[in-house]
């Protein structure tokens, strides 16, 4: 899946939300309230804009591509419940968000990046698959080298990790173990699901 490469700052501030975390991104963030652009229309977007904006939010966050979220999207549908938060919680439980809520990075690239070079472990063997699927019971834990492993504690050292109920973190021994699924609270992103849903189902 291709993954967005461009202004990370122009994306927080085109969404009004801080979906990507690095330094310069939150920064122009809080320093603007308007969209990117020299000259900015004033008008108010569709309905079908704003559910656009909240589709984007969504895929930018978790860094999804198109057919990947309608993929997650067809998954959820076929079961019962909230479709919007079934879809949340589906890329909550994703491998490169779990590290990254844990602390063992301070942004969703990284993380994305730390699994796709091999770093972790899930129950003793190494996944490069940022999507991975995590479920009950499941260990993750960066690979047994030294040199990732000072990386890592460096990182955590200065990070503020989230508290997760459905996840334990142990910082010495930089593994993360996964005790349930995760539920309503514990989304991280504020979107509007049931417009996406919407959207999607158009």
């Not at 801080?18 to 939150?26: K, V």
């Not at 977007?45 to 993929?71: D, V």
């Not at 699924?181 to 919407?198: C, F, R, T, Y």
């Amino acid at each position: 899946m291709a993954r967005y490469t461009g202004p990370k700052a122009r994306v927080n501030r085109r969404l009004g939300t801080l979906i990507y975390e690095t330094a310069g991104a939150a920064r122009a963030l809080d320093r603007r309230n308007t969209p990117p652009g020299m000259h900015v229309r004033g008008r108010r977007p569709s309905n079908y804009g704003m559910a656009l904006m909240e589709k984007q939010k969504i895929k930018h966050y978790y860094g999804l591509g198109e057919r990947q979220l309608r993929r997650y999207f067809d998954a959820v549908g076929r079961k019962a419940g909230n479709t919007g938060e079934l879809l949340l919680l589906m890329c909550e439980r994703r491998l490169d968000n779990v590290v990254r809520r844990v602390g063992f990075t301070k942004t969703r690239p990284q993380a994305r990046q730390g699994v796709a070079h091999g770093h972790f472990r899930v129950n003793g063997v190494k996944v490069t698959k940022p999507s991975y699927m995590l479920r009950p019971g499941d260990i993750v834990e960066v690979r047994d080298r030294e040199n990732l492993k000072n990386v890592y504690r460096g990182v955590i050292a200065n990070a503020a990790p989230d508290a997760l109920d459905w996840v334990t973190f142990d910082s010495e021994n930089l593994k993360a173990t996964i005790l349930g699924l995760p539920g309503p609270s514990d989304i991280s992103l504020p979107v509007d699901a049931n417009a996406v849903v919407e959207f999607l189902s158009r």
